[in-house]
C-alpha cells in the first residue's frame, strides 16, 4: 500500500480498496482522521522529545482515568506487548509469586508463549493457557496454583462473548488466590465501549489491573496499564521503562482520539455498523452453505469461517481483486468511517464472490 485514508487504502498500482483490517484493530475513527492528525502534526512542531516528563502525558492520562475509573494509575509504553508484560511485571511484584494464566492472545514477548523455538523452557513452565468461557477448567486451574498463582490475564472477548458467571468466577477465584486479575483490553477497550469489556459487561468488582492499547491511539504507537494505585505503585520497587514510551507524536494523538470516541459517540456507531455487516455475512452463510461454515465473532470484530482452506484463500483474493481487503481469519474490524452504504456494497462484492467462488 502506499496511502490510507478513512476505511480506503490504495496499493502501488493506484487501485482502491475497502479495507476491514484496520491495521489489525489499532484505528477504530478511520485512517488520517483529521482531528487526530491535527494533534500530531502540533505535537511533532513542538518538538517531540525532549529531557523532561511531557504535560501531555500526565494530561492523558487523567483524561484517561476520569473515563476509565479503574485506571487508577496510568504508564504508558509502546506496544500491546510491553504493556501487558508490564502488567503481568507488576503482579510478580505484588504478589511475590511466579506463575501466570493467560487466555487469549497477549503479545509475541517471551512470558506468555506455548512451546514455541526460541522460549526457554524454564520461562515457559510458569505459564499457562485458559480456556475461554469455561467456569469449571478456570476454577480447577486457578485453585490448582493457588498460593504460586501471580496472576490471570485474559482477553475478555475471544470470538465469542464472555458469560457473566465466567467473568464472575475469574473475579472471585483470583480474589481467593490472592492473584491479580489483569484485563488484556487492547482490542476491546476503544471499541466495545472506551472502557472496554469492563464498562461494556458492567464486570464489577474491577479487575485489579487493565491493559489498552490499538484503537486508542488511531495508529499512532501507543498502549497504557493500569489499574488500582497501589499496585501500580510496584512500578517504583520494579522497572519498567522504554525510552520512547512518552514521545508525545502519540500522547497527542491518544488525546485527540479520547475527544473525538466521546464527542461522536463512536462505540455506538462501531456497533450499529458491525452489525449490520454481522447481519448480511449470516445472510451469506444461508446462502452459501457450502463455502462458508460459519460466522464467527461480535459486531464490532467479526470473520467468516470456511469449509476449506483453499475456499478461504480464494475468497479473500477475488474479493481483494474487486477492491475489498477482508481478512480470512480473526478478525475483520469497521471504524467510524465504515457508512451503511460502503458496508452494503462490500456484501454485494462478497456475495459475487461467493457465488464464484461456490460454483
Ligand atoms: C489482546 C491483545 N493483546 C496484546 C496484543 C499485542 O499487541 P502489540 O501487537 O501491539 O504488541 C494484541 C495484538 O494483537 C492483542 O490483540
Redesign the pocket.
Known amino acids: 500500500m502506499t496511502r490510507a485514508s478513512g476505511c480506503r487504502v490504495w496499493d502501488e498500482d493506484g487501485r482502491e480498496y475497502v479495507d476491514y483490517v484496520m491495521a ?1 484493530g489499532a484505528v477504530a475513527l478511520g485512517y488520517g482522521h483529521p482531528a487526530v492528525n491535527r494533534a500530531a502534526e502540533a505535537a511533532i512542531a513542538a518538538g517531540v522529545v525532549g529531557p523532561l516528563p511531557p504535560v501531555s502525558e500526565e494530561q492523558l492520562a487523567e483524561a484517561l482515568a476520569e473515563r476509565i475509573p479503574w485506571m487508577e494509575r496510568i504508564r504508558f509504553l509502546k ?4 504493556a ?1 508484560a508490564a502488567a503481568v511485571r507488576l503482579a510478580r511484584v505484588a504478589t511475590g509469586r511466579d506463575l501466570v494464566l493467560g487466555c ?5 514477548l517471551d512470558w506468555c508463549q506455548g512451546a514455541m523455538e526460541g522460549v526457554p523452557a524454564g520461562v515457559r513452565a510458569l505459564f499457562a493457557e485458559l480456556p475461554f468461557n469455561d467456569v469449571a477448567a478456570a476454577r480447577a486451574m486457578i485453585r490448582e496454583r493457588a498460593g504460586r498463582l501471580a496472576a490471570v490475564v485474559v ?1 475478555p472477548v475471544v470470538v465469542t462473548e464472555p458469560t457473566r458467571e465466567w467473568l464472575q468466577l475469574l473475579r472471585t477465584e483470583t480474589e481467593r488466590a490472592g492473584a491479580i486479575l489483569i484485563f ?1 483490553e ?2 476491546t477497550a476503544f471499541r466495545l465501549a472506551i472502557g472496554g469489556a469492563v464498562e461494556r459487561y458492567n464486570v464489577r468488582p474491577v479487575p485489579d489491573l487493565v491493559v489498552v ?2 484503537a486508542l491511539g488511531n495508529g499512532f504507537p501507543l ?1 497504557a496499564v493500569g489499574g488500582r494505585a497501589e499496585l501500580m505503585e510496584a512500578a517504583s520497587r520494579t522497572w519498567i521503562s522504554s525510552t520512547l514510551a512518552t514521545e508525545g507524536v502519540s500522547l497527542a494523538a491518544a488525546r485527540a482520539t479520547l475527544e473525538v470516541f466521546e464527542r461522536e459517540a463512536v462505540c455506538a456507531h462501531l456497533h450499529r455498523a458491525g452489525t449490520t455487516l454481522l447481519h448480511g455475512l449470516h445472510e451469506l452463510q444461508r446462502s452459501y452453505g457450502g463455502v462458508i461454515s460459519g460466522v464467527a465473532g461480535i459486531a464490532e470484530m467479526c470473520f467468516l469461517h470456511y469449509s476449506t482452506e483453499e475456499q478461504a484463500h480464494a475468497v479473500a483474493l477475488a474479493a481483494a481483486k474487486r477492491g475489498v481487503l477482508f481478512k480470512r481469519t480473526a478478525y475483520n474490524f469497521v471504524s467510524l468511517a465504515h457508512d451503511e452504504r460502503t458496508i452494503s456494497e462490500t456484501l454485494d462484492v462478497l456475495d459475487q464472490v461467493l457465488r464464484n467462488v461456490g460454483g
Open positions: 489489525l506496544t500491546g506487548a510491553e501487558v487469549g492472545y497477549h503479545g509475541w482477553e488484556d487492547i482490542k492499547g490499538k498502549a
